[in-house]
């Protein structure tokens, strides 16, 4: 937000296994005196963390996903957040929040800022075949309570869904891509919106129209909209 970049990476300096580091890169081209040598690290867990994934908080720091293997070489997702300063933030827990933990793997985690602090992080998941899940982190260190817990089913076709990318889509949700092995002898390319609620598609209503009601010296204003499809009659 400021000309320069928040880098993040899986990093051996503490064994045969990585963990997580980022560093503030300026717009001049060196690198932040104010944070640490090196990169600060934002995961020491056991075991390995890879696949690192960024996208920036909206206020100068980043929220920061990886693959995770602490939990007995089974990969989970997780994420941290790294404020401006360079410092990870002290109301996320020490080396992140679990995004998804659930059984078997879950990796290649790709995410993308949801406008209010947070982030939409997805993943292709292997608990009943691999399929493309998706879960809302809230800026404040944990996952959406609206969402489902271990994360939304973004798609569940045959065959195998691999690879996911992600753009914001603007309104706090996102659309994800993927690679999709769903007719069999080839592969296509899908996609799906996964709105900030944890709905897929689009389920919110649009406002069609905004009327005065007349001789009532601006008391009230009529209100029409196209209804959402997740609403009664």
């Known amino acids: ?54 996208a920036s908080d909206d206020a100068g720091g980043a929220i920061v996903a990886w693959e995770d293997h602490r939990s007995a070489g089974i990969g989970d997702i997780y994420a941290q957040h790294v404020l401006a300063s360079g410092i990870a933030d002290p109301a996320w827990p020490i080396d992140g929040l679990a995004v998804c933990t659930a059984i078997f793997d879950q990796g290649y985690p790709v995410l993308a800022a949801d406008g209010a602090g947070g982030a939409i992080v997805a993943w292709q998941d292997n608990r009943s075949g691999y399929e493309i899940y998706a879960q809302h982190v809230l800026s404040g260190g944990a996952t959406d309570p609206t969402w489902p817990p271990d994360g939304r089913v973004v798609s569940t076709a045959a065959n195998a869904q691999y690879y996911p990318q992600i753009v914001a889509d603007g309104p706090g949700g996102a659309i994800l891509a993927w690679w999709d092995g769903r007719p069999g002898a080839t592969t296509d390319i899908y996609a799906q919106r996964v709105a900030r609620f944890g709905q897929l598609g689009s389920p919110e209503p649009a406002l069609a129209g905004v009327e005065d009601v007349r001789n009532d010296q601006g008391g009230k204003v009529k209100l029409s909209w196209t209804a959402s499809w997740l609403d009664l009659d």
């Open 1 to 54: 937000g400021a000309g320069g970049a928040i880098v993040g990476w899986r990093d051996y300096r503490n064994g045969t296994t990585s963990d997580v580091y980022a560093q503030h890169v300026l717009a001049s081209g060196v690198v932040d005196p104010t944070w640490p040598v090196d990169g600060r690290a934002l995961c020491l867990a056991t075991d390995n963390q890879l696949l690192v994934q960024i």
